[in-house]
């Protein structure tokens, strides 16, 4: 049974860099068959993909995001990174990494972790 | 950037159908993307409940059905029953630059 784990600090400065993690058990981030992405959830309930990353390491964001965010993954640990520099207000959200899968010529996110909630407040 | 555009609400009496509907443009559900709905119930993650348009994957009850037609789709679930009342979410693919996926805002379900 594939398991989805994010962890990170809760809460973080205006400012500072958000360090987030994803534990994968079940599955190997290796997989060719899947894509590993970040999902964002804000107070609102507005849900928002922030980025992905393949086996082979190729990883995106999303673009009117800018360059804050990073997605990584370390394939000897199987887990994934989000780092998310000059974080303001507008970051805090509940944080879901979830699984994507190729069906046809689609993508879905078939599982996902329980989030984690990030608050940005100083 | 664009999100595909739910009713903020729906509701429903047990054993009643409810249709919620996620309107796109030409450049998402309009280019033949195909569409993903996710339920979320209360304090817990979105769930996969169809993907591909119309595929339901192994566990989702058949009360639960879809459709697409022009720039919108469709999540129709039947027989409503208390513990459908969660949010629903639908996604589709973003042809623009700052793709590839966008999410609807959300539709609220409470069974009456």
């Known amino acids: 049974q594939v398991h989805l784990q994010e962890s990170g600090p809760g809460l973080v400065r205006p400012s500072q860099t958000l360090s987030l993690t994803c534990s994968v058990s079940?599955?190997?981030?290796?997989?060719?068959?899947?894509?590993w992405g970040w999902i964002r959830q804000s107070p609102g309930k507005v849900l928002e993909w922030v980025g992905y990353?393949?086996?082979?390491?190729?990883?995106f964001t999303h673009l009117s995001l800018n360059s804050r965010f990073n997605v990584s993954a370390d394939t000897s640990r199987n887990h994934l990174s989000l780092k998310v520099s000059s974080v303001s207000d507008a970051d805090t959200a509940v944080y879901y990494c979830a699984r994507c899968t190729p069906f046809m010529e689609g993508w879905f996110f078939d599982l996902w972790g329980r989030g984690t909630l990030v608050t940005v407040s100083s | 950037h664009s999100r595909l555009t739910q009713p903020p609400s729906v509701s429903g009496a047990p054993g009643q159908t409810v249709t919620i509907s996620c309107t796109g443009t030409s450049s998402d559900i309009g280019s033949d993307h195909s569409v993903n709905w996710y339920q979320q119930l209360p304090g817990g993650p979105p769930k996969l409940l169809i993907h591909t348009d119309t595929y339901r994957p192994s566990g989702v009850p058949d009360r639960f059905s879809a459709f697409k037609s022009g720039n919108s789709a469709f999540l129709s679930i039947t027989g409503l029953q208390a513990e459908d009342e969660a949010a629903y979410f639908c996604q589709s693919f973003d042809s623009s630059l700052s793709g590839p996926w966008i999410f609807g805002g959300g539709t609220t379900l409470t069974v009456l």
């Open positions: 990353i393949f086996f082979t390491g190729t990883s």
């Open positions: 079940g599955a190997s981030i290796r997989s060719p068959d899947n894509c």
